[in-house]
């Protein structure tokens, strides 16, 4: 669930930035500037599409990627937070000489990482489901409502252009991240937890796609509109 915020605070400025950009765009162009339900409608359902592949894609599928990274290369590699919390509380109760008093104090280390991989199966599998199943609704919902002439209009290249660096961004910080880490992991003698890249490599290898999609779209849209442009 940490990673659903993060997301939010990146999209929720690119978008009003990307509101701005358009009605600028449309002062320049001497349009009208008059409050339409079915533009309206129309914004809403690329909003709630961003949002739909951002919480299916990295807060549900990366989640349960990095599950099975737990599963396949180690338990520390998704989940070092734990080892680094358990090291505390263990050289906390050292130096303060005194039982632990909470009942995830007593847990043993394995009992700790086992309750950690079993909250992420749980959150990954909801997420996706619920991501997945916004996804769909309103990719119909806009399919519906839009006219052939509205998909590679200024709102649409601009729910593009939004979408692509959000991803981007999301994309090339997660690998700056990750990969590092995974490097560390592999060639470095560490303590378990001290490097775990497990969760910013799921990021990665969820986000490069969608990347990779919205680069794609973009482009062929500049390009259909160019050709429109010349015929």
Known sequence: ??????????????LIIVGIVYFILKIKADLPISFSYRGALRVYFYVVILISVGLGGLGGVSTLLKVGFGEMVGREFSYGNVYEEHRDDQQREKNEDHPADTEDETRSLPEKVELEMKGSLINGVSLAVIGMFLLLVHFLGRW???????????????????????????????????????????????????????????????????WI???????????????????
């Open 144 to 210: 519906w409502l839009e006219r052939g002439d509205e998909r590679s209009d200024l709102l649409r290249r601009l729910y593009l252009m939004a979408g692509l660096v959000i991803f981007a961004i999301v994309t090339i910080v997660s690998l700056a991240t990750g990969i590092p880490e995974t490097l560390r992991y592999v060639l470095l003698d560490i303590n378990p937890g001290e490097e775990s890249p497990g969760e910013a490599l799921s990021i990665a290898i969820v986000a490069l796609p969608v």
């Open 1 to 14: 669930m940490d990673i659903i915020f993060p997301i939010l605070g990146l999209a929720i400025p690119i």
């Open 213 to 231: 999609c919205y680069l794609v779209a973009t482009l062929r849209n500049i390009r259909t509109s160019l050709l429109e442009q010349t015929t």
